[in-house]
């Protein structure tokens, strides 16, 4: 699709604005492909706009780190219009409600809607709540960060007595471990519904193991926490524990609107790509968590990964130029801080985290997260 001058700012039509290129959250993946635009000299078309829900980016890496009470606020997200300013694209404080891809228009919770000429999705996911609540916890999803930060922010001042953390994944260890560090006489817990640990495999869930029980958090494996009644959680008819607070950093789920797009999905409603990132619409790309791909895992390693593809693709897309394919790793660094500064490690079958090195991972994968921060921001610096 080649996007021609004329073609490049189109007038408002009569019940919403036009534009070129719409991009849609500010995840990862798009925080990358702005900066490499900026490094690459490259300006999108004029009348190109970012929507996102917040005025800054948080970085998931870092959002561990800040729960233990090991960084300040500012030094974990990416404010996006010094990035946005530098590249002439508006950025539109608002939040996606849904997409008509015939149509090719985007609604926003404003009220207001944007058509398209190209639209890249970078929206991330949703962590998956119990079907039954009543209401008698206050229940924290770990994502959207803002508001999962504003409750942290109060319960540093009201801290629940005792919290479950709901999820067997990465996010869930550090979130437990890192709670650990603020919060030393709460009653932590961990539920999940597997093995934890379950991708990485049996050597790093053993060690992850060890730490939360020197943490003193109890951890309750094959036990899906699906109903929460009067304080009570309860993996099917069992109750597991009495608790004030339940976080959810449960395996991610699709934003609703995904699949009421008309864009292809997969059973899981997240939309599907080719390698190209393009969904079942060539005028629509996505990236990170939202899309489903073979190999392409939901985690921000795999997302950071999208950016630079995407970055030439949606160029390539207003050019008319041929666009490159995406190559999934097939293993990732893993990185799981402990909360105490220190870090497990996990590639592939090798897994490293004993009480010796742990510390020396956690300086690595610091300066792994700082190296982020400071490319994304030294940038914004002109
Ligand atoms: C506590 C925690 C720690 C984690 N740590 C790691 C880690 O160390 N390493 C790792 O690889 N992964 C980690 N993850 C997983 C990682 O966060 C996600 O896989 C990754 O963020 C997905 O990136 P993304 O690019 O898809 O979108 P995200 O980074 O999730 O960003 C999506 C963006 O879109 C915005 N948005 C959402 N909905 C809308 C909407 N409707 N309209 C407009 N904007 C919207 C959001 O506000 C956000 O800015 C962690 C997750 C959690 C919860």
Redesign the pocket.
Known sequence: MILSDAESVQPPDAVGRSYPVVL????????VMLRLWIEAGWQPPAGTVL????S??????M??GL?AGRFELNTCAIALLPLCQRLGITLLQ????ALDSQQQRVE??NGEHLHYQLLSI??????VAPAQLDGSVSILP?????E?IHQWQHWQTQMPSSVMVLGG???AF??GMALRQQFPACELSLACSGDLLQSHGPALRTLALQWLARADIAVYEHSRVDAVMHQQAFAGELPLRRIDALIL?TG?SA?P?YSRSALTCDSQGFIKVDRCLRSSDARVFV?????SLAGSL???????R?GPVLAHNLRAAVSGHTLLEYKPQSN?L????TGNGGALMSYGRFVLGGQLSAPLLGRW?DYL?QSFMRRHRLLTQV
């Open positions: 849609a959250g500010a995840g990862h993946a798009h925080l929507i996102s829900s917040g800054k980016a948080w970085y998931s890496g959002m561990p729960i608002a939040s996606v409600t926003l919770d970078n929206t991330g996911s949703q962590p770990a994502k959207p960060f803002p999962f994944g990465a996010a550090e979130l950093a991610a934003l609107w990236a990170g968590d939202a899309a939901r985690s921000g390693v795999y997302s950071v999208h990732a893993a990185l799981l801080a994968k997260d």
